[in-house]
């Protein structure tokens, strides 16, 4: 199951082949290093840690460096822990880049989404909000009511406003239009969560294109 | 990063679009598929805006036809916009002609350039 540490670059539009015009986010995709490995004998489960961007050991803590200095790697910025499917194999200090992809994939993508701040139920929980006349004053986009009186008390879950967005969100099944092995990018079908410029990761779906 | 984006929109971008603003007449050769095969279908008229940029620039070419005005926005960059060929430059003094809107037969006319 191929996975890849990314930013957001943007989001774009190109043609496919009879024309039409297909919305994508462009996502720079790394290179990502391999700078760790989990094993189900070690750590009872099989994982590979991703890292993105390289940083200079100076401007790293020193504990944080002692880890990458074991394994004769650069440190990075980001480290990104990623399930492994039985069977498959990476090493310590392999370089992934945008062509572990191929266009057609199905992939997930995860992100901290972007954040929207404290934000009231129409937006937050889709409320439908009241009318905008027939009487209705100064209750337009508010909740409304929260409860009946026989029960006395606000059910625990309640949807109410309160902070929006800025929480980590995975978009799934999404396609894989295009790879561009030169520029290290790939061109995603739709949207993916956050602003651009954040980090994204990008993981292969079982039982898409490519089984 | 914004210009990574760019480069990379450029790809996909024309790479000679004829020069041609608000207030030009145009003929836009357009691809059609009809009934398993492609052919050319065009469309006259007088570019009353661009809009956007990159790779997502559209123009919208406004006619009369059997005395309805139509207005077909197309993507500037898609492969189905096969030619855009250029009739008359127009002099027009904003970007957007959109009140010719408001305005029938002679009040459309727009002076032609030097």
Do not use: W
Request: charged share 30%; hydrophobic share 35%.
């Amino acid at each position: 199951m191929p996975a890849l540490l990314g930013r957001k670059l943007g989001m774009t539009q190109v043609f496919d082949r009879a024309g039409n015009i297909v919305p994508v986010t462009v996502v720079e995709a790394g290179p990502c290093v391999v700078v760790g490995l989990r094993t189900p004998e070690r750590e009872g489960y099989a994982a590979v840690q991703l890292g993105l961007e390289p940083v200079p050991e100076s401007r790293v803590p020193k504990p944080y460096r002692g880890v990458f200095q074991k394994r004769g790697l650069q440190p990075v910025r980001v480290v990104r822990e990623v399930r492994l499917a039985p069977g498959e194999t990476y090493e310590v200090g392999q370089a992934l880049k945008a062509d572990v992809f191929r266009g057609g994939d199905r992939v997930d993508v995860t992100g901290v989404s972007k954040g929207k701040g404290f934000a009231g139920t129409i937006k937050r929980h889709n409320f439908g909000g009241q009318r905008d006349s027939h009487g209705v004053s100064l209750m337009h986009r508010a909740v409304g009511s929260i409860g009946s009186s026989n029960v006395g008390r606000v059910f625990k879950g309640k949807r109410m406003p309160g902070r929006l967005g800025g929480e980590r969100t995975t978009i799934r099944g999404l396609r894989v239009e295009s790879v561009d092995p030169e520029r290290n990018v790939l061109l995603i079908r739709g949207a993916v969560p956050g602003p651009r410029g954040s980090v994204v990761l990008v993981r292969h779906v079982e039982g898409g294109a490519r089984a | 990063m914004e210009d990574k984006l760019l480069t990379l929109e450029r790809q996909h971008m024309k790479p000679n679009v004829p020069p041609f603003g608000p207030g030009d007449t145009v003929r836009v050769h357009m691809r059609v598929a009809e009934g398993g095969r492609d052919r050319l279908q065009a469309f006259e008229g007088v570019v009353v805006a661009r809009k956007g940029g990159g790779l997502r620039e559209t123009f919208t070419v406004r006619r009369i036809s059997h005395g309805v005005g139509v207005e077909r926005t197309f993507p500037l960059h898609s492969p189905r916009v096969e030619r855009i060929e250029i009739l008359r430059k127009g002099r027009v003094r904003r970007a957007k002609l959109y009140y010719l809107r408001e305005k029938i037969g002679k009040e459309t006319r727009i002076r032609e350039k030097r």
